[in-house]
């Protein structure tokens, strides 16, 4: 049930969330814009999916997922 307020949230609009994970801290979806922000404190932003998203928060190990499904494709560029 959980999962499910998420995923309507995360297609409907905004959605960031602090995640357990040894590589990423935070993740954040608007629109078409992924914002990840690292461990290491640096935040990159570029383009996904919101059913990448969904798929991000949904898996077990989420650096696993994004260095996967998600690295390989994004163009995310640092903010500074």
Do not use: D
């Not at 409907?12 to 990423?24: D, M, N, P, R």
């Not at 383009?47 to 494709?73: Q, T």
């Amino acid at each position: 049930m959980r999962f499910r307020w998420r995923l309507h949230r995360i297609l409907a609009g905004t959605c960031e969330v602090k995640v357990k994970s040894s590589h990423l801290r935070e993740v954040e979806h608007e629109g078409t814009t992924l914002k990840v922000t690292f461990q290491n404190g640096k935040t990159y932003h570029g383009r996904c999916s919101p059913l990448v998203y969904a798929g991000l928060l949904a898996a077990k190990s989420k650096g696993k997922f994004f260095h996967k499904f998600i690295a390989p494709h994004w163009k995310g560029k640092l903010v500074e």
